[in-house]
């Protein structure tokens, strides 16, 4: 792949997500094209479903909000949507909306992050914080732009943009995050685990065997 066919290659902001979630999740849905439902993510898809109604700039609470905004990022090689933005004044404040309580995974805070940062770009403002919408407890988290956070986005699109263009899956994490995972039956995780312990097993006796 050449580099200009390389900076065609838009990643979602959705696969931040995904990807720090677990990226074997990522690479089944972005490489392998696979996605199956659950009562977690038809929940999520309802819920976006009636947040992301494109309108007409309004003003809620004395403040401009628009919904569904599209969003890219040349720079980064990133597209995608808000579900929901507020302008404070001329700030921008992205707002994401999710079904489910916080985690105690970061990738929520990395996809909000990422629009954050596509704003930057196509606003000419800085977007110093944002909010993380938890439908479940009705309450908003607001999540801080660091130097941090941001590296870790970029990071993660270079990561994701390796695996695509590998068309690798990575290990399975077999782990509690797969209890949730709508994925779960096509990705196998018990199974390709234990295929690998037996792997590390079998190298690891013919190692002993000849010493």
Known sequence: MSDDEREDVLIPISALNQYA??????????????FDDNIYTMRGRDLHERTDQPTESGWEEGLRV???????SKRLGLIGKADV?????????????KSGPRRRFDNDDLQVCAQAMCLE??????????????HSSRRRREVVFTPELRQYVEKAIIEIRLMLESGTLPPPVNDRRCGHCSLRESCMPSVIGEQERARVLVRGLFVAKES
């Open 85 to 97: 933005v507020e302008f404070r004044g001329e700030t921008p404040y992205p707002v994401e909306y």
């Open 66 to 72: 628009e919904r569904a905004l599209p969003l890219w």
């Open 121 to 134: 770009g196509m606003m000419c403002k800085d977007v110093p914080r944002g909010a993380i919408y938890h």
């Open 21 to 34: 979630y677990c990226p074997r999740r990522c690479a089944l849905i972005h490489v392998e094209q696979t």
